[in-house]
């Protein structure tokens, strides 16, 4: 069941997310590489942590959206495509950004041992299976939270993208 709404929501959401990076471009000093997705992740990543204060429901869905926001920008630069896979039953809010943690820390040393910046320990093949694996439990655990949690992932990503469009053009960082 999981898999469907991941698949449909990644359908749904791609492009227009591609889309809303392409917006952000013009608050940026230089353009993104395939492994910048990585940096940005991980400060949500932080943001997520931070969000954990009693009564704080939206602002960790929103976290969890800009996470997802990246996870799906990470995917389009590398051409990572989900795939179905166990899931992983998480139960706490720690347990979730315990596993986001290790999860991404394996993708992200993953995504650099491809481009060259680790040492080759795997095969591409072995290489691009192992990244989408990853990235695949990531996409799991974020809907298994939002599921868990009883959140409206539709309302909050549809919220993060009308926020982030706002913020870009009340800066005035118009293109």
Known sequence: MIDKQITGFLKKYSKESLQMKVMWEVTESRPWDNLTPLHEILVQLGHLRQSY???SLYHMLDEVCDILFQTIILMEFNDIRYKAI?????ITKEEFLENLI????KASELLMEKYG???RKNTQKKLEEAIADNVSHILNLIFEFIEINNFSLELGYRTMLDE???FINEKKYKT
């Open 164 to 166: 982030s469009e706002k």
């Open 53 to 55: 204060e009693p009564n």
């Open 86 to 90: 166990n899931t992983c039953n998480i």
């Open 117 to 119: 910046q680790r040492f």
């Open 102 to 105: 290790i999860y991404f820390s």
